[in-house]
């Protein structure tokens, strides 16, 4: 079994916050791939299915995003996995909007998210960076992360995460790097 977890925050007011595309990655693939109803386990909401030969459980963490360790640890610990089966699906503020890589292991850059699955689950997991972009200014970073992508920017966010769940398949089977290709070819 895998753990691909989205980070985002809970509630409707964060919907369409740029910090929320990991929730909405999620929610794409969950549709794209008839995963199970969505349940309420390990302080979030999780859904069940299978990506070509792999059982995966898709886990949002209704914690609030800088507890979300607390949420991805609890399941971690339930199936008895280590974080080699987890993938966690997150913003990124270092890359161009709708780019797409794939990293394994790392720091959190300052992500709080990431920062909190470091704290109680160690830092040697699979990360699926989504590129928000930088505003340019330090000062603008706030407002930019926990702003909602706005009407320009939804044809893009739509073949990113159409991109994504069309290609997990090859996140499933361990090959990020033609995930991380077949993605891009995509978004031509």
Request: glycine share 12%; charged share 25%; hydrophobic share 40%.
């Amino acid at each position: 079994m895998q753990i691909w977890t989205g980070l985002g925050n809970p509630g409707p007011k964060y919907a369409l916050h740029r910090h929320n595309v990991g929730f909405t990655a999620l929610d794409v693939i969950a549709e794209m791939h008839d995963f199970g109803p969505v349940q309420k386990k390990f302080s979030g909401w999780v859904q069940e299915g299978t990506i070509g030969s792999h059982k995966v459980l898709l886990l949002k963490p209704a914690t609030f995003m800088n507890k979300s360790g607390e949420s991805v640890g609890a399941a971690l610990r339930f199936y008895k996995l280590e974080t080699d089966a987890l993938t966690v699906f997150h913003d990124e503020l270092d890359l161009a909007p709708f780019k797409v890589k794939v990293k394994e292991g790392g720091g959190h850059a300052g992500h709080n998210g990431l920062r909190s699955i470091d704290q109680h689950c160690g830092s040697d997991f699979r990360r699926v960076r989504i590129g928000i972009g930088h505003p340019g200014h330090k000062e603008r970073v706030n407002g930019h992360v926990l702003g909602n992508y706005v009407k320009a920017e939804m044809d893009d966010l739509a073949e990113m995460l159409g991109a994504i769940a069309s290609e997990v398949r090859w996140l499933a089977d361990g090959e990020n790097a033609r995930f991380m290709s077949d993605v891009a070819l995509r978004q031509q």
